[in-house]
């Protein structure tokens, strides 16, 4: 019954691969969000989707692409791994319509590790 | 762009006792959210407390209390009765109402110290 499940947990891979991150929610929440958390703990928005349309998505290399299928799944995929991708990747969502500054609910994390 | 200021990148405090970790935020609008967020080191990230900018009674949340100041942008955490549990990274979080995102502070690391 986890509201924002994440998969995987980690994920180790070389240079040059190309991964993907799943994500989904079970809180019937409209908006959901990918975060990047680097090695020095900074948290920061990448890409945010309401109802499966994308509405934010900051200064991050086109390798990213974000996909969501419906309002419940944002997924994750990198193209052509670097090492700067080595980072912890989080999902989050949160409900928005009709409500002013609803918290984020996070997913637990994928530790990337590019080798 | 609004900024979030975490100013102690670390702290530490005895069991049992009490400990504040400052924020400050810039922003030119009035209504806003504001959060604190802990990251334990299983990763997870946990909403403590959070804060309507249109409140001026402070948040509680049992242990945990903020201090909001609106006209100096400051939103500090109070953590009373400090747990070994408490041991995390804490982060300032801020953000506007509708499809916008959480903008983080870079945490302090807090250590609770038996």
């Known amino acids: 019954d986890t509201a924002v499940s994440q998969t995987p947990k980690y994920l180790v891979t070389q240079m040059g691969n190309d991964k993907s991150i799943k994500c989904e929610q079970n809180?019937?929440?409209?908006?959901m969000y990918w975060y990047k958390q680097d090695s020095k703990k900074f948290l920061k928005i990448m890409f945010s989707?309401?109802?499966?349309?994308?509405?934010i998505n900051e200064t991050v290399p086109n390798r990213f692409s974000p996909k969501s299928p419906d309002k419940a799944h944002l997924n994750l995929h990198i193209n052509s791994l670097e090492l700067g991708d080595s980072a912890v990747y989080f999902c989050?969502?949160?409900?928005?319509?009709?409500?002013?500054?609803?918290?984020?609910?996070f997913g637990n994390g994928t530790r990337l590790t590019v080798t | 762009a609004q900024t979030v200021t975490q100013s102690q990148p670390e702290m530490s405090v005895q069991e049992a006792e009490t400990v504040t970790l400052s924020c400050t935020y810039d922003t030119s609008e009035n209504n806003y959210y504001l959060f604190w967020y802990k990251q334990p080191p299983s990763r997870q990230m946990i909403l403590v407390i959070r804060?309507?900018?249109?409140?001026?009674q402070n948040a509680t949340e049992n242990r945990f209390s903020v201090n909001f100041q609106k006209a100096a942008k400051s939103f500090s955490l109070k953590i009373s009765d400090s747990q070994l549990g408490d041991t995390a990274m804490y982060f300032c979080?801020?953000?506007?109402?509708?499809?916008?995102?959480?903008?983080f502070g870079k945490g302090t690391r807090l250590s609770v110290i038996a």
């Open positions: 804060q309507e900018a249109y409140k001026q």
């Open positions: 989707y309401n109802n499966k349309e994308l509405i």
């Open positions: 989050a969502s949160s409900q928005d319509a009709g409500q002013g500054g609803s918290p984020l609910h």
């Open positions: 809180l019937g929440h409209d908006t």
């Open positions: 979080a801020f953000r506007y109402s509708g499809n916008t995102p959480l903008v």
